[in-house]
Antibody
Framework: QVQLVESGGGVVQPGRSLRLSCEAS????????MYWVRQAPGKWLEWLTA????????YYADSLKGRFTVSRDNSKNTLYLQMDSLSTEDTAVYYCASLIGRDRSDNYYDVDYWGQGTLVTVSS | QAVVTQEPSLTVSPGGTVTLTCGSS?????????PYWFQQKPGQAPRTLIYGSKNKHSWTPARFSGSLLGGKAALTLSGAQPDDEADYYCMLSYTGAKVFGGGTKLTVL
């Protein structure tokens, strides 16, 4: 079955960096666009970034101000999020997700795949 | 970046009907924004109810429907059940980037 498993969360000091990973299984990862979404405690969902199936395109929320970088390794079925210059406002549960894939005829299809989330706490 | 607006909270009676809306600061919401509606319950990841304005996944209960209404995306719940009490988020697409609304806390009471 489809699984997205995030890892790399934890407690980090302000100003430091952290890299999250999201390992995918059960679907053709290399044919799926992937997202990172976060949710601060008790707050709303915030879309952070998307990366196309072949990594040729990346999109970011303006609020990130260039501090986060998304990447993927299709040979490892893994998505990454490099987070730099972390602040307390980055404390949140971080989810990876896929909402769309492409079949072998390059037709798009809609899916709904989410990880369980990984908690990042930025605190001194 | 665009701001997506939703009602902060709504209450519906069991068996009743309620419509949640999703607006965009850039103008009318259209099919080009490919609106999504997600349901999220405490401690769980979000789950898509509606994609592309009105399309449902196989698990989407028939009582939920999506539409474009008056320049906004809309999610209508007809015949509310206690299990529908949750947070609902819309998400709009802006040429690659996505933006979530602030969410609507739906109470079934």
């Amino acid at each position: 079955q489809v699984q997205l498993v995030e890892s790399g969360g934890g407690v980090v000091q302000p100003g430091r960096s952290l890299r999250l990973s999201c390992e995918a299984s059960g679907f053709p990862f290399s044919r799926h666009a992937m997202y990172w979404v976060r949710q601060a405690p008790g707050k709303w969902l915030e879309w952070l970034t998307a990366i196309s199936y072949d990594a040729s395109n990346q999109y970011y929320a303006d609020s990130l101000k260039g501090r986060f970088t998304v990447s993927r390794d299709n040979s490892k079925n893994t998505l990454y999020l490099q987070m730099d210059s972390l602040s307390t406002e980055d404390t949140a549960v971080y989810y990876c997700a896929s909402l769309i894939g492409r079949d072998r005829s390059d037709n798009y299809y809609d899916v709904d795949y989410w990880g369980q989330g990984t908690l990042v706490t930025v605190s001194s | 970046q665009a701001v997506v607006t939703q009602e902060p909270s709504l209450t519906v009676s069991p068996g009743g009907t309620v419509t949640l809306t999703c607006g965009s600061s850039t103008g009318p919401v259209t099919s080009a924004h490919y609106p999504y509606w997600f349901q999220q319950k405490p401690g769980q990841a979000p789950r898509t109810l509606i994609y592309g304005s009105k399309n449902k996944h196989s698990w989407t209960p028939a009582r939920f429907s999506g539409s474009l209404l008056g320049g906004k995306a809309a999610l209508t719940l007809s015949g509310a059940q206690p299990d529908d009490e949750a947070d609902y988020y819309c998400m709009l697409s802006y040429t690659g980037a996505k933006v979530f609304g602030g969410g609507t806390k739906l109470t079934v009471l």
